[in-house]
């Protein structure tokens, strides 16, 4: 796809890997709508990369209808929808599984995810035509230790990934999944505070670059599925 002059939705676009992405794909002549819980966070930063900032929770569906609503106000189509909202939740440990540690998690990291493509979707359909990037992690490709409700979530998304992919090919929509390792964001972070950089782990621009390259190849054809990994984490 030809990112100037597209129409592009980041969920979680106000900081780390969704603010990455927006900046590049602004810088390269896309049109960019954010969203994000923190109100002051998210204008911020729609002012400083030139974006359209909707306050919306992705877990709320009158906040997706809401943010659908604006687009199609102001842009009157959509060409890309990147589903990069995502929490991590409670590392528990299985003796200690939460019903409500799974509640939140899953009402991002999946059922947001799930009401932000089915609303992308009904516009593909009419246009015959689109591209979904959802954003996974390397969790949700191999679990681990304390990570069940995480890893699980992750696991989940790449499951409706597939489910799109065979659902919407014949609406010429491309649907790509995205699996960074650890990523210096403020993943993980109650007040959302960005990690310094480390030589030598994934920066957010890592997975922006992976996002838009990805995008960016001829739409007779696309990626299914990318991990990116730091090169020696160590």
Partial sequence: MQIKDSVFIITGGSTGIGKATAKLIAEKGGKVLI???DKQRLESTAKEIGALA???DVSKEKDVLKTYEILMREF???NCLINNAGIGGKWEETFNLSLQNFLDVYSVNVFGAALMAREAAKIFKLQNYGNIVNISSTAGTKGFPNGTVYSSSKFALRGMTQCWQAELRKFNVRVILVNPSEVTTAFGSD???????VKNKLRPIEIAHTIVSALEMDDRGFIPEVTVWATNPF
């Fill in 35 to 37: 969203t994000g819980r």
């Fill in 54 to 56: 909707v306050q919306a």
């Fill in 191 to 197: 007040e959302r505070v960005e990690r310094p950089e």
């Fill in 76 to 78: 009157g189509k959509l």
